[in-house]
């Protein structure tokens, strides 16, 4: 059974950073595309960075030069570092993890940027 696991949400003043978490079990994680998505409220849900199995990456342009998509194959755990928090980047936090044509998503993380 194929399971992600995010953690690492939460309320956060504007500037301020969070790193989010996201460990999968069932799958050879390594060999997987890694993406980091978010949806506020009322929105749809966009991909904020990714990062491939070779180690290519891209970024929403809302947060370049401002989140950071890492992962530690080892721990089967993809991360996302996000510094200078602003108010935009308040939603909800989803992993997902996709080879070809198969995928899976995590339950999703939430984080609130306010003061």
């Known amino acids: 059974q194929v399971q992600l696991v995010e953690s690492g949400g939460g309320l956060v003043q504007p500037g301020g950073s969070l790193r989010l978490s996201c460990v999968a079990s069932?799958?050879?994680?390594?060999?997987?595309?890694v993406d980091w998505y978010r949806q506020a409220p009322g929105k749809q849900r966009e991909l904020v960075a990714r990062?491939?199995?070779?180690?290519?990456?891209l970024y929403a342009d809302s947060v370049k030069g401002r989140f950071i998509i890492s992962r530690e194959n080892a721990k089967n755990t993809v991360y996302l570092q996000m510094n200078n928090l602003k108010s935009e980047d308040t939603a909800v936090y989803y992993c997902?993890?996709?080879?070809?044509?198969?995928?899976?998503w995590g339950q999703g993380t939430q984080v609130t940027v306010s003061s």
């Open positions: 997902n993890v996709h080879y070809i044509t198969t995928g899976y």
């Open positions: 069932g799958i050879t994680f390594s060999i997987y595309d």
């Open positions: 990062l491939g199995r070779f180690g290519n990456t």
